[in-house]
Nanobody
């Protein structure tokens, strides 16, 4: 069974940095791609970043150059480093494990960017 637990959300000012964490087992990280997605009120859930089992990364256009996805298989964690945060980054951020037609979601963590 795949379990994902996000943490690290909070309230920050524009321009600040924040790191989100997603706890996932090593077997999950070896088999599934892991992605960060976000959903703002009234908007559809959108891709933020993904990391494949082979380490290949992919980013949504709105976060390229500001956000970095990484993982540590020893610690069984996937991270999302977010720099130069903007009010439009405000959303619930979700961690997702996916491969083919199978996918699993975490419970989400709220990120609010406001002065």
């Amino acid at each position: 069974q795949v379990q994902l637990v996000e943490s690290g959300g909070g309230l920050v000012q524009p321009g600040a940095s924040l790191t989100l964490s997603c706890a996932a087992s090593k077997s999950t990280l070896d088999y599934y791609a892991i992605g960060w997605f976000r959903q703002a009120p009234g908007k559809e859930r959108e891709l933020v970043a993904t990391i494949a089992p082979n380490g290949e990364t992919n980013y949504g256009d709105s976060v390229k150059g500001r956000f970095t996805i990484s993982r540590d298989k020893t610690l069984e964690m996937v991270y999302l480093q977010m720099n130069n945060l903007k009010p439009e980054d405000t959303a619930v951020y979700y961690c997702k494990a996916f491969r083919g037609t199978n996918s699993y979601w975490g419970q989400g963590t709220q990120v609010t960017v406001s002065s």
